[in-house]
């Protein structure tokens, strides 16, 4: 049976973009405030699951042509290589570097190699909680 729930569509639209956005500002907060990565990915998944939950696995993929798993190699090689940089130039393993640089419309601003260790971290958390989601809720 197929339902035209007009609401629910419209508030779940709505819903998805201000959880989406919430979840961008936990991830850029997490250098120096609680967030990050983690849960950044945790938020953009509830949203995609609350897509899943209005609207049916086909349509959602239709909408967003995403695949998963190569969401998550790619997270996890960028994580990796992030974490691993520091070996090749003989500091430890994790060891994270920053710098300031002059942006011309955003001023001095610092930069971390920490940032790109998160976002191989999201990357991840979206992809494999995607996975999960879908083949527990796939037909297939």
């Known amino acids: 049976m197929k339902m035209n729930n007009v609401i629910l569509k419209t508030t779940v639209q709505v819903s998805f973009f201000i959880i989406f956005l919430f979840s961008i500002h936990i991830f850029l907060?997490?250098?120096?405030?609680?967030?990050?990565?983690?849960?950044?990915?945790?938020?953009?998944?509830?949203?995609?699951?609350?897509?899943?939950?209005?609207?049916?696995?086909?349509?959602?993929?239709?909408?967003?042509?995403?695949?998963?798993?190569?969401?998550?190699?790619?997270?996890?090689?960028?994580?990796?290589?992030?974490?691993?940089?520091?070996?090749?130039?003989?500091?430890?393993?994790?060891k994270h570097y920053f710098s300031h640089f002059e942006i011309p419309l955003l001023g001095n601003t610092e930069l971390h190699t920490a940032m790109l260790f998160d976002s191989g971290v999201y990357l991840v958390v979206v992809g494999v909680t995607m996975i999960i989601i879908q083949s527990i809720g796939g037909d297939e």
Do not use: C
């Not at 938020?43 to 897509?51: D, N, P």
């Open 29 to 94: 907060a997490g250098h120096f405030a609680p967030g990050g990565g983690f849960v950044g990915g945790l938020l953009t998944a509830s949203a995609l699951v609350l897509l899943l939950l209005t609207y049916d696995i086909k349509t959602v993929q239709k909408l967003l042509p995403i695949n998963y798993m190569m969401m998550t190699a790619v997270g996890l090689a960028l994580a990796l290589g992030t974490a691993s940089i520091s070996v090749f130039f003989g500091d430890a393993f994790f």
